[in-house]
């Protein structure tokens, strides 16, 4: 059996009143108007709403599933035995899920245009081809990534923010902000990141608990955009390095070699260099950033490098700066490949990021 309830069974949620009923499908029930204290229906405009739904019914769960998100998640394993239930709180531009779990049950998360992060909770949670997903290791799916989650007696949040409130506030934080923002990986940039983005998740979920958020459009509507500031903190983009050398699950030594090449960033220095500061041969330093990083330590410099030029550029103010000379500052001889290099990672040319720092429209 199936059953659809108000988010107020057995615990009052946010001032909306329901009555629990069954099903078979995978519609959340609606929220019904809040009632004021004279006993007459007002209707009040709703920032936040409130929906559950439960199932033991392995049907069910896959058709709610692939109606709730969209694209769609698709669900396989999911044991003869097993429940699920889903309680959301919808602010729009933002919505939080608790997902309950109970036996074992495979969700498939494809890409799309909204930024989803799986939260861990508790239980045993994993992602094919990652480490096991704790609480401290939140997954991002974002920007043409999608996640296979292997779920078994787990309870996780869903966390889903609109890409246009990423980009808005990405373009309050980057004045000159010429390009989509973009994320590059999954892994968060650092132990400290992760702790910022629980303290902001937190308070959301705090202030959606709360019978007086929805009631509130403007506390509501911010949410969104604290959220997504969180994230750019805690996730590598096109406008963020990542910081492995914090990351969460990388062995001591590749975190060395990736220190040692962000300390000497200005310096000629290439992948001899590293390896000896690490005490590793250079072929094995090759390895740990292959299998690690998916990338070379030639490459991943050039990364870090672009990356101190293109803030170089966005902070220059001199009308004597250039493009040339700042580009082999950080090592790039070639002005017209840095130029395609750069205009690859940033969506404009080296060019257009100097002019809107020296001449502001």
Excluded at 255 to 281: C, P, W, Y
Aim: glycine content about 6%; overall charge neutral; proline content about 6%.
């Amino acid at each position: 059996m199936t059953t659809v309830t108000s988010p107020t069974a057995g615990k009052p949620a946010a001032g909306i009143a329901g009555e629990p009923t069954e099903g078979t499908g995978s519609d959340y029930c609606p929220a019904r108007p809040v009632l004021g204290r004279d006993s007459e229906q007002v209707l009040r405009p709703v920032a936040v709403q409130y929906k559950q739904f439960r199932t033991v019914d392995a049907q069910a769960a896959r058709r709610f599933f692939a109606s709730a998100y969209q694209p769609g998640w698709r669900t396989s394993v999911l044991t003869s035995h097993a429940a699920m239930s889903h309680r959301r709180s919808d602010a729009g531009s933002v919505t939080l899920d608790e997902v309950t779990v109970q036996g074992r049950l495979t969700l498939e998360i494809p890409a799309s245009d909204t930024i989803v992060v799986i939260q861990p909770r508790a239980g045993s949670l994993s992602v094919a081809g990652a480490p096991l997903a704790t609480p401290d290791f939140p997954i991002l799916v974002a920007h043409g990534m999608s996640c296979v989650l292997h779920c078994n007696g787990a309870r996780f949040d869903v966390v889903t923010v609109e890409a246009d409130v990423l980009q808005k506030v990405a373009a309050e934080w980057h004045t000159s902000l010429g390009q989509q923002t973009q994320f590059v990986n999954w892994r968060p940039r650092s132990r400290a990141a992760v702790r910022a983005w629980h303290r902001a998740l937190d308070y959301v979920v705090a202030a959606f608990a709360s019978a007086d958020t929805a009631a509130q459009p403007l506390i509501a509507a911010g949410m969104a955009s604290l959220l997504a500031g969180a994230l750019l903190e805690c996730y590598p983009s096109n406008l963020t390095e990542q910081d492995p050398a914090s990351d969460l699950a990388l062995p001591e030594t590749l975190k060395e070699a990736v220190s040692f090449i962000h300390r000497h960033t200005a310096e000629d220095i290439g992948i001899n260099e590293v390896a000896a500061a690490v005490h590793l041969t250079p072929r094995a330093v090759q390895y740990l950033f292959r299998r690690q990083l998916d990338t070379t330590p030639t490459e991943y410099m050039r990364r870090v490098r672009l990356s101190r030029a293109h803030q170089e550029l966005m902070t220059a103010t001199s009308p004597a700066s250039t493009v040339t000379e700042i580009a082999q500052r950080w090592g790039f001889a070639h002005t017209g490949r840095f130029a395609v290099l750069y205009r690859q990672t940033y969506g404009q040319s080296p060019h257009t990021t100097l002019r809107q720092q020296i001449s502001p429209s």
